[in-house]
């Protein structure tokens, strides 16, 4: 079992940066590709970003893709999500997610994804 905890998520104005995090529990995080979704009031659960084991690989939706980075730590078994330039339409609840079958490429599918974090809102004005 693994669990997901983001935190780092806020109020901010358009143009502005935040830096989510999510810490994972367990000993294999390591082995475990890991994603970011995000659900905006009254809309589907989308995808953001996600990252291989070692980081090699990275995959980004095209709406935040010159603007958002996600990066991850092993040994603090930690993901994070570097988001830059912000729009009030990334106004949403940001989910970390883990994916711990993957090989090759990350999934963009939120089914392919088994531990999920209880989310962190994000909220950006104009």
């Known amino acids: 079992q693994v669990q997901l905890v983001e935190s780092g998520g806020g109020l901010v104005q358009a143009g502005g940066s935040l830096r989510l995090s999510c810490a994972a529990s367990g000993r294999t995080f390591s082995s475990y590709f890991m994603g970011w979704f995000r659900q905006a009031p009254g809309k589907e659960r989308e995808f953001v970003a996600a990252?291989?084991?070692?980081?090699?690989?990275?995959e980004y939706a095209d709406s935040v893709k010159d603007r958002f980075t996600i990066s991850r730590d092993n040994a603090k078994n930690t993901v994070y999500l570097q988001m830059n330039s912000l729009k009030p339409e990334d106004t949403a609840v940001y989910y970390c997610?883990?994916?711990?079958?993957?090989?090759?490429?990350?999934?963009?599918?939120?089914?392919?994804?088994?531990?999920w974090g209880p989310g962190t809102q994000v909220t950006v004005s104009s």
């Open positions: 990252i291989t084991r070692s980081g090699y690989i990275t």
């Open positions: 997610a883990a994916d711990p079958l993957r090989i090759g490429i990350p999934s963009m599918r939120a089914e392919d994804y088994d531990y």
